[in-house]
Every structure is written in structure tokens, then in C-alpha cells.
């Protein structure tokens, strides 16, 4: 069981706006920044947000991210069926010294 | 751009040791973090460790003594070592660039690797 806690699964239908949360404690997303993956069927994850809320270039604006105390969110607006896939979040943890992902929640567009 | 490949066996025997190299093109090796990071069905995503230009490494606790990862920057290469394996170890096996608060940027294609007799 990860110690960042994703749903499994999540699902909306086409333009409808989804969030996705990961919850975990004050020793990885309480004090460190959130990222978040995108994995397309077959393919590696690819980073979509970082640094809590930033998107590299190429990402659409659909996709956004968000942080308050040990959780966050990810957002994705305008669903689209090109956004089925799994998505992660990752933190740091300061007790563990090591890197952390979370569960992954598959993503579904109806 | 910067591109990320791993090679090595694709079938490991229990108890043995599971070798893979990283090959990084397109760029230097000499900055960042370059981890290893694999993904079964039973574990999802599960971070290995990762070395720095400086050699300093970090482990993932859970794998601690079994797991050596290396730096060989005349080769633009990183390698990792775990040992012994057993088949719980059977995973897609992705080398990866990490960079700080910009976060897991750069991944391989992933190589899966097999441990059974």
C-alpha cells in the first residue's frame, strides 16, 4: 500500500471537469512539492505538473495542480478521450529520504 | 533532446543479480539526478533510488543492501545493480532524470525484466 493515497479510479465524460487528490502526512507533501504523471497505455509516465501547480511546456492548461497541507489535487478541465490514462502523484519524503508515489488512478472518459 | 534507453537481460534467475545500464544521449550526464524507478502490477510505481555527478547515492529503504546504482560519465551511462532477486523483483524497470523541484522530467522507455528459473 503506497503512502500516498490516490482513488483507483476516476471517471467523467467529455468537457466535464475531474480532480483527482493525494493525500499523504506532513513528512512528504506537508514539506516538500507535489508532482504529478500522466501514463498512457504502454507508454512511461510523462510529468505533467510539478513544483505543486506548474505545468512544463506542451501541457495544456486543462491540466492543473494544487496543494493545502498534506494533500493535493490535480485537476483536469475539458475532458477530453485522449486523457484516458493513469495518473500518479509523487513527493519527496524527509523521513524516509527517498522518493514516493503514490497508488495511481486510472482515468476514465465515458 | 535529451533521450534515456536501458539494456540488459530481459530474464534474471532467482537469487542472481538483475544488471541494467542506462545510456543517456543527446546531453551530459554531468548535472542532475539520474534514477531508477520500476513498475509491477502488485506495486505500482515504485522509486529504486538515484546517483548524483558527485557519486552520492539515495535508496529507496525497503530495497537498502540489495541495490547499488553507478555513475560512468565517460560513457554518459548510469547502471543499476540488485541483488539477489527473487521473483518479486519482476517489473518494467524505467532509468530516469530527476530534477529537484522540477520534479521526474526525463523517462526511458522502460525494459521489463523477468526473474524466474
Redesign the interface.
Known amino acids: 500500500q503506497s503512502v500516498l493515497t490516490q482513488p483507483p479510479s476516476a471517471s467523467g465524460t467529455p468537457g466535464q471537469r475531474v480532480t483527482i487528490s493525494c493525500s499523504g502526512t506532513s513528512s512528504n507533501i506537508g514539506s516538500n512539492y507535489v508532482h504529478w504523471y500522466q501514463q498512457l497505455p504502454g507508454a512511461a509516465p510523462k510529468i505533467l505538473v510539478y513544483r505543486n501547480n506548474q505545468r512544463p511546456s506542451g501541457v495544456p492548461d486543462r491540466f492543473s495542480g494544487s496543494k493545502s497541507g498534506t494533500s493535493a489535487s490535480l485537476a483536469i478541465s475539458g475532458l477530453r478521450s485522449e486523457d484516458e490514462a493513469d495518473y500518479y502523484c509523487s513527493a519527496w519524503d524527509d523521513s524516509l529520504s527517498g522518493l514516493l508515489f503514490g497508488g495511481g488512478t486510472h482515468l476514465t472518459v465515458l | 533532446q535529451v533521450q534515456l534507453q536501458e539494456s540488459g537481460p530481459g530474464l534474471v534467475r532467482p537469487s542472481e543479480t538483475l544488471s541494467l545500464t542506462c545510456t543517456v544521449s543527446g546531453g551530459s550526464i554531468n548535472n542532475y539526478y539520474w534514477?531508477w524507478?520500476r513498475q509491477s502490477a502488485e506495486r505500482?510505481?515504485?522509486?529504486i533510488?538515484?546517483v548524483y555527478i558527485s557519486g552520492s547515492t539515495?535508496?529507496?529503504?525497503s530495497l537498502q543492501g540489495r541495490v547499488a546504482i553507478s555513475l560512468d560519465t565517460s560513457k554518459n551511462q548510469f547502471s543499476l545493480k540488485l541483488s539477489p532477486v527473487t521473483a518479486a523483483d519482476t517489473a518494467i524497470y524505467?532509468c530516469a532524470r530527476?530534477r529537484g523541484?522540477?520534479?521526474?522530467?526525463l523517462?526511458?522507455?522502460?525494459t521489463l525484466v523477468t526473474v524466474s528459473s
Open positions: 534514477s524507478i505500482g510505481l515504485e522509486w533510488g538515484r539515495n535508496y529507496n529503504p524505467y530527476e523541484f522540477l520534479g521526474t522530467d523517462w526511458g522507455q522502460g
